[in-house]
């Protein structure tokens, strides 16, 4: 079972935080107070570790600004929709028949401390009266004819088959119905027993075939609750973390013995034996070693220490460390050098980050190999609190390891990965709605932050990475061109050349800047501007000021044979309807199925949405329809390149090709 998706309502903040769609990773992004820990405790309390349902209550978690008569013990709190797999799929079929084409099942929880599921496709049980119905039919037909043969005479026969055809033909839902079905199904037999009708082949098949659907119809009640208890069995527990306890680097081999074998382990015990685990050691096979082997005991520990050193190397890209486990007088120690220094220093006495750093990925290696997370789910609040930049990146390379489901919280940027920001959902308070997750970049500048300066460090991390560069107005430009390139080059036509570096500018007025960033650095630059006011403004500044030459600023309005009157953006490439469409589907809860009401007059595909929003007294922001072209061209990018748009997207991936060429060919500074 895969986790796909969960809802949280009237839980504390939440009022309805809708539906949040889940991958392997999702990070959920918001200010303080937005209630994104409380997403994640709602979330837990569907399956603790010792596998029950986390008790919460009317005074503590109902929302605070709801009357007490409004509560009822059957309020939903949460539902989560989980998607099966081919082994769960038969494991299930074989436990409730009626179930053997579910794809999908819904766990949710109330008030109450119980859980309800449901499948998604489950067969109505009038299709099992119809499976009896035809089985009837065959058996009947058969039957006759054998009766006939034998019994030519036994006129009494009809009399039982017209009893179990009208029990078939009973209500399936009422409880008798198996029961009269069976017992009708045993006369028949007796009846055709005493006239010497034999009951073998398609005869006996039939009547069977019939008394099978009678006896799992009986057992179907039961069936069903045994898929029940089988999803919730099969479910993953929910582990919620906000704090870590830091290792020691110091423990008493003796003392961690003696409270093992009494089972008096403390939580330092736990973890050192999670350490030892990790390390691949025994306690007790290195205090045998401490008297009798001082030889082989070193080999052992220096062994670890190389396995762990090489592990922790590949993740903790802050500094190259090395790590060194000590067995002396009966105590355990655990030394750490890096590249810089050299010297050993007792794990106790390194920086409070890479002691969180080091517990974590012990903690971590050791409950996910076989241990009691090894098939949880991970719920962490605020991971790498205390890690460096670098170190909360490597920490992201970590969870990339770990075979668990993981959601997580912060306000980090350096916790988000701008490559794979669809796992990334936007968690923001709004007055009366309470808390509302959406997967789109919504919210205030606060929300938005770390997710905007994920984006940025990215961008400062690969400007330079090739020479051949384009510079674009916005990041909403960056995702139509590189979108389109992908989709032309995909049907065996051209696209962008593989080695052009896209860059977007954060608009037309900061092009200059990053043309004169890109140009310092020896480096040839292209830049695609929209065809309106501001952009042929912009242009004049770069190549006055001999920023730029003319023939390296290309415009949108070119990848028409003819410049559109009224200029173009981006947006224009595509067909009208489409962007038309792209903008309501992006703002369908807010439109409330309202239809835009465009003004022909305006020549831009912005400005005509834009315009129709303020007329419905919304506010329009491109980069909602934007993302949401992204992600549709991964699943169905013919419906969206039409009425010429690949036409347009190509010849202007013709121009840039060529005027980058031209740019890298002249070798020269551009005023030099």
């Not at 007792?346 to 002691?355: A, I």
């Not at 959902?425 to 919504?442: E, F, I, W, Y």
């Not at 990475?465 to 909403?476: D, F, K, L, M």
Request: with cysteine; aromatic share 8%.
């Amino acid at each position: 079972m895969e986790l796909v998706a969960f809802r949280v309502q009237n839980f504390r903040s939440i009022n309805d935080s809708t539906w949040i769609e889940l991958g392997k990773r999702t990070v959920l992004v918001g200010r303080n107070e937005s209630g994104k820990s409380v997403l994640l405790r709602a979330l837990r309390g569907l399956k603790m570790p010792n596998g029950a349902v986390d008790k919460i209550t009317f005074a503590r978690d109902y929302p605070r600004d709801r009357a007490r008569k409004t509560f009822k013990d059957s309020i939903t709190v949460l539902e989560t929709r989980w998607v099966l797999n081919d082994a769960d799929r038969q494991e299930l079929a074989s436990l409730w028949s009626r179930a053997s084409v579910a794809t999908q099942v819904t766990l949710s929880r109330t008030y109450q401390d119980r859980r309800s599921v449901v499948f998604d496709a489950v067969r109505d049980l009038s299709e099992r009266a119809n499976e009896a119905r035809t089985e009837f039919k065959a058996f009947a037909s058969v039957a006759r004819v054998a009766i006939s043969k034998a019994a030519p005479d036994s006129a009494e026969i009809n009399a039982p088959m017209a009893a179990l055809e009208a029990a078939i033909g009973g209500d399936v839902g009422a409880k008798e119905w198996p029961d009269k079905v069976t017992a009708a199904c045993t006369s028949v037999r007796s009846t055709l027993a005493a006239a010497a009708v034999p009951i073998v082949g398609d005869v006996g098949e039939s009547l069977a075939a019939v008394e099978a659907v009678a006896a799992a119809v009986k057992n179907d009640d039961a069936q069903g609750l045994a898929a029940e208890q089988w999803a919730i069995k099969r479910m993953p527990i929910f582990v919620y973390l906000d704090e870590w306890d830091f290792l020691s680097g110091h423990e008493n081999i003796d003392q961690y013995l003696a409270n093992v074998q009494t089972k008096q382990e403390t939580r330092e015990n736990q973890n050192f034996g999670k350490l030892l685990k990790v390390a691949e050691l025994d306690a007790k096979e290195l205090k045998e070693l401490l008297e009798k082997n001082h030889e082989e005991r070193k080999l052992l520990t220096d062994r670890a220490g190389r396995v762990m050193t090489r592990t922790l190397r590949d993740l903790w890209k802050d500094r190259e460390i090395t790590v060194h486990f000590n067995v002396d007088a009966g105590h355990f120690d655990v030394l750490v050098s890096d590249k810089e220094t050299d010297a050993l220093v007792p794990l106790d006495e390194r920086s409070r980050g890479f002691r969180w750093y080091f517990s974590f990925y012990v903690t971590f290696a050791a409950d996910t190999q076989g241990g009691d997370k090894a098939n949880a789910i991970l719920l962490l609040d605020e991971p790498g609190l205390f890690l460096h930049a670098t170190a909360q990146s490597s920490l992201l390379r970590f969870f990339e390891k770990l075979p668990n489901q993981i959601v997580y919280t912060t306000h980090s940027p350096f916790m988000i990965d701008a490559a794979k920001l669809d796992s990334v959902r936007t968690v923001n308070l709004n007055g009366a709605s309470g808390t509302v997750v959406t997967s789109d970049p919504t919210g205030d500048a606060n929300t938005l932050f770390p997710l905007q300066a994920a984006l940025g460090y990215t961008l400062t991390q690969t400007l330079f990475v090739g020479s051949r560069n384009v510079v674009v107005e916005g990041v909403t430009d960056y995702w139509y061109l590189t979108a389109a390139s992908e989709y032309l080059k995909g049907k065996g036509r051209p696209g962008l050349n593989d080695d052009l570096t896209l860059t977007p500018a954060g608009g037309a007025p900061k092009v200059p800047y990053m043309v004169a960033l890109l140009t310092a650095q020896d480096l040839r630059v292209v830049v695609l501007l929209d065809s309106e006011t501001q952009a042929e403004n912009t242009k004049r500044e770069m190549v006055t000021s001999k920023l730029i030459r003319s023939e390296n600023v290309l415009h949108v309005g070119e990848a028409w044979p003819t410049p559109p009157v009224g200029g173009a953006d981006i947006e224009d490439l595509l067909d009208p309807e489409t962007y038309v469409a792209l903008a309501e589907e992006s703002y369908a809860k807010e439109l409330k199925g309202a239809k835009l009401k465009l003004n022909p007059k305006l020549p831009r595909a912005v400005q005509r949405v834009t315009d129709a929003f303020k007329a419905e007294g919304l506010d329009f922001r491109k980069v909602r329809p934007a993302s949401l072209f992204v992600r549709k061209m991964a699943t169905g990018p013919d419906q969206l390149m039409v009425g010429g748009a690949a036409d347009r997207f190509e010849r202007l991936f013709g121009l840039l090709n060529a005027a980058v060429d031209k740019a890298e060919k002249s070798a020269r500074e551009p005023f030099r």
